[in-house]
């Protein structure tokens, strides 16, 4: 196998497969494919006995899947349904499971998918999956003012999220909101500091709301507990603060709330112990070669 740097260049590679301390006949989880390149490194210190399922629910992944391996198992799914799927294959524990979280440099680069500010004239797709119920556009041009607000607010951290909501109501009501260039020229009025940085955080709001990216990362924390052996480990790259937060707080409690849970003896009851206390996040020679790394910060944790 082959991993495809041109598709996605993978962020803290070593770092996220050391994390997983590997078993070589152990059972491991690449929840987030793309390109193939943490699958391609775990495989690599699986021996014959050893089992990777990796899932992606994007239908372009699939043209990195190795040609024969029967160590590896593709799973064309959101890692959502991380649980159900290992069922199927007759799995009911796992040794460890890496997510890397966001968008792949394949997605950014093709023009049609309408995730980059790059292709003014696309149309704003964004969906990861050919099969998520709604695009960017039609999001843009049917969810109500307070919704957007709230949109732009959690997933854009843009302080001036209703007025951008309330200019995107506007517009649509003149002509629809269909294309990239549209959605810059509506919000570039309401940018805070540089322009690109500005789209791209208006961007990434609309595509987490697009992919339902929170609900999936909150289930796939809630199965990891579930599936995960004894000294399993559950290894997260995060590029959100969002995302980060409930994945710190699923560590330190059990749920992405961060609410403590007390057992009658007043003992916390979580199924985690974190490995690292600080964050891990990428070198600064990782960054320069790789400036879409900037955000990462990589979390780990042990199954109790």
């Given at each position: 196998m082959t991993g495809n740097n041109q598709y996605h260049q993978a962020v803290l590679l070593s770092e996220a497969v050391e994390a997983l301390n590997i078993m070589p006949n152990g059972i491991?989880?690449?929840?987030?494919?793309g390109g193939g390149s943490h699958s391609r490194a775990i495989l690599a210190a699986l021996q014959q006995g050893g089992k990777l399922f990796a899932f992606d629910q994007d239908e372009d992944a699939r043209q990195n899947i190795p040609a024969s391996d029967a160590r590896f198992v593709f799973v064309a799914q959101n890692f959502k349904?991380?649980?159900?799927?290992?069922?199927?294959?007759?799995?009911?524990?796992?040794?460890?499971?890496?997510?890397?979280?966001?968008?792949?440099?394949?997605?950014?680069n093709t023009p049609e998918r309408g995730f980059s500010i790059r292709f003014?004239?696309?149309?704003?797709?964004?969906?990861?999956?050919a099969e998520a119920p709604q695009t960017a556009a039609e999001i843009l041009n049917h969810y109500p003012v307070a919704q957007l607000t709230e949109m732009f607010k959690n997933y854009g951290d843009l302080p001036n999220a209703r007025k951008i909501a309330e200019a995107i109501a506007a517009a649509r009501q003149k002509h629809q909101i269909e294309t990239v260039q549209q959605l810059k020229g509506i919000t570039a009025p309401f940018a805070i500091g540089k322009l690109p940085q500005f789209y791209a955080?208006?961007?990434?709001?609309?595509?987490?709301?697009?992919?339902?990216?929170?609900?999936?990362?909150?289930?796939?924390?809630?199965q990891s507990a579930q599936v995960l052996e004894k000294g399993g480990r559950l290894v997260i790259?995060?590029?959100?603060?969002?995302?980060?937060?409930m994945v710190k707080n699923f560590i330190k409690t059990g749920n992405t709330g961060g609410?403590?849970?007390?057992d009658f003896f007043g003992n916390t009851e979580k199924p985690f112990k974190p490995v690292n206390k600080k964050i891990i996040t990428p070198s600064q020679t990782e960054i320069k070669e790789n400036p879409k790394a900037a955000s990462a910060k990589m979390r780990i944790a042990e199954k109790i």
């Open positions: 491991y989880v690449d929840a987030t494919f349904h991380l649980k159900r799927f290992l069922r199927l294959h007759g799995v009911s524990r796992v040794n460890g499971i890496l997510a890397d979280l966001g968008v792949s440099w394949h997605q950014f003014n004239s696309e149309l704003l797709d964004m969906r990861m999956s955080r208006v961007f990434q709001a609309v595509r987490m709301e697009v992919n339902n990216e929170e609900e999936a990362l909150e289930q796939l924390l809630q790259i995060a590029y959100h603060s969002v995302e980060d937060r609410v403590e849970q007390k």
